[in-house]
């Protein structure tokens, strides 16, 4: 079993920044990939991003490509996804996803890569 927390969220300007932390406890955290995903109202969750489990592999929506980045502090058993020149468009609520099976980076890319996820945490971008 692997429980997960994201926290960061919150209501920003477009053009801000803010950074999500996912924790994450019941395994060992340095043993399996991550990722990140998002859903607005209305629409499916779409993936975001993903980092393995060493940390030396991560890859991103073409959306969110040069503007987030997602990394991972084994020691504090905590993945990262820091956003930047936030757009309206990604208003949403957040999600982080373990992939605790060992899934290859194709399968991380949907939300049948992930074996548990968290809560999610509201990201708000106003113009």
Partial sequence: ????????????????????????????????AMGWFRQAPGKEREFVAAIGWSAGSTF????????FTISRYNAKNTVYLQMDSLKPEDTAVYYCAADVAGRGQ????????YDYWGQGTQVTVSS
Avoid at 10 to 28: E, F, H, K, N, P
């Fill in 60 to 67: 991103y929506a073409d959306s969110v490509q040069g503007r």
């Fill in 106 to 113: 194709a399968s991380r890319r949907g939300s049948r890569g």
């Fill in 1 to 32: 079993q692997v429980q997960l927390v994201e926290s960061g969220g919150g209501a920003v300007q477009a053009g801000g920044s803010l950074r999500l932390s996912c924790a994450a406890s019941g395994r060992t955290f340095g043993s399996y």
